[in-house]
């Protein structure tokens, strides 16, 4: 007689859910440990032929335009923008792309943390284009780098006179000049086209001083924004008017001074000639007012940023940029300019413009010399011809994106007068 036998029971594990979910938050834990040294720079390395834990930095390699190949030491490496985990040291980081100049820099990794390469690539070959086909002269750029006044004297005397080019805007302007709201004066009433330019510290306003082939110099105050069809003449109180726009400049000024640390102050007012202030307000190009050695204000001084080509002892005469945020001095040229202003010169009237200024970004500085046009990185590295053709004097202006150069020239053409081109950037 078969006999059943007794079911066997099920063997339970109490603690098997325990189990998996402690595993699972040890996984989570460790994926993020892991996440978080890979983001600080430590990589997993086998050189030694035995597992090693790295200590790396972060090389954040990026350019504009984008899409350029990134070489470190002569290899190539990656492409921008992109990073590059490299073991801490000094290395030579060069950008190329086809079409472009190439740009280098050497720069200094540290561990666990990001060292920023940044290349602004100019054009081998960049686009010139004519945006106007009249005779442009005395061109003088507003305070804000946003609006070029010019006067045009090749055409009739209605057509003729002062004009105000609105760099800001996105459209080009119609030429021939036909537009009034170009246009802020003409010929009908004193000879506007032969006037001496100066704007005023808001941009708001024009000085327009004519030298009397037909009367006593004469001086009128022009509403820079629309035609003045009766235009003020200030001859009479120009020295007050004068002075209160200077008076205007030198608040501004003061209000940039206060605003320091008093020992940045003691600098700029002891030891600099200050050329310009940059754009966004945070850096100085200035000329060296003495042999001295520049104190370090910021300590201990700030992580991330590249000493390599930093100065600190200045010589007299020299063009440095001074950064007050980063407390970092560097160097552009050994010796001034031949043809730079005086310290007392307005940077808004025509016959105080600097072979040497500020570009849009702040970062840049755009140096004419030697019938070149150059751009330079405030460090002083990366000295770049983008032009090198025939213009007109000192007459170089940035557009206010930084997209393209405005210059005077006729290409050589003695036949024709010269006029507005761009020189394009991208």
């Known amino acids: 007689m078969d006999t059943q036998q007794p079911a066997q029971p099920k063997m339970k594990f109490p603690h098997r859910h325990l189990i998996s979910a402690l595993l699972t938050l040890a996984f989570i834990i460790l994926g993020t440990v892991a996440v978080i040294l890979y983001g600080m720079g430590y990589r997993l390395g086998f050189n030694t032929g035995t597992p090693k834990i790295a200590h790396t930095g972060i090389l954040n390699a990026s350019s504009s335009p984008r899409g350029a190949l990134v070489y470190v030491d002569g290899h190539p490496t990656s492409a921008t923008n992109n990073t590059v985990n490299l073991a801490p040291g000094k290395y030579t980081i060069s950008m190329s792309k086809e079409g472009y100049q190439n740009w280098q820099k050497d720069v200094v990794i540290k561990e666990q943390l990001v060292t920023n390469a940044d ?7 960049p686009t010139l284009q004519s945006i106007s086909t009249v005779g442009i002269n005395s061109p003088v750029l507003d305070p804000s780098g946003s609006k070029l006044a010019f006067t045009v004297a090749s055409q009739s005397a209605k057509t003729n006179g002062i004009y105000v080019l609105d760099m800001s805007s996105h459209v080009f302007p119609v030429f021939p000049i036909q537009s009034s709201s170009t246009q802020i004066v003409d010929d009908t009433l004193d000879s506007f086209s032969q006037a001496k330019l100066t704007w005023s510290p808001d941009g708001q306003q024009l000085l327009a001083s004519i030298s009397g082939q037909l009367h006593s110099p004469t001086t009128y105050l022009l509403n820079a924004q629309g035609m003045n069809d009766a235009p003020t003449d200030v001859t009479a109180t120009l020295p007050t008017l004068e002075n209160d726009w200077s008076n205007q400049k030198a608040d501004k000024d003061r209000l940039r001074l206060q605003s320091l640390q008093a020992k940045v102050r003691t600098l700029l007012e002891k030891d600099f000639n200050v050329i310009a202030w940059s754009p966004d307000d945070t850096k100085v190009l200035y000329q060296a007012a003495q042999d001295t050695t520049l104190p370090v204000i910021i300590q201990p001084r700030r992580i991330g940023n590249n000493m390599l080509y930093e100065v ?3 010589k007299k005469g020299g063009i440095y940029v001074y950064n007050i945020t980063e407390d970092v001095n560097t160097k552009i040229l050994d010796t001034s300019p031949a043809s730079l202003p005086s310290a007392s ?22 140096y004419v010399h030697d019938h070149k046009i150059n751009l330079v990185e405030t460090d002083g590295s990366n000295m770049t011809t983008v032009y090198a053709g025939p213009f007109r004097g000192q007459y170089v202006y940035p557009w206010p994106d930084g997209t393209k150069l405005v210059i005077v020239t006729n290409l050589d053409n003695t036949n024709i007068p010269p006029t507005f081109y761009t020189i394009s950037l991208q």
């Not at 290349?119 to 070959?125: E, G, K, M, Y």
């Not at 808004?348 to 500085?365: G, M, Q």
């Open 345 to 366: 010169c307005a940077i808004t009237n025509a016959d105080c413009i600097s072979p040497i200024s500020w570009f849009p970004d702040s970062e840049h500085l755009l």
């Open 119 to 125: 290349a602004l690539l100019i054009p081998s070959a």
């Open 312 to 314: 600190r002892t200045i």
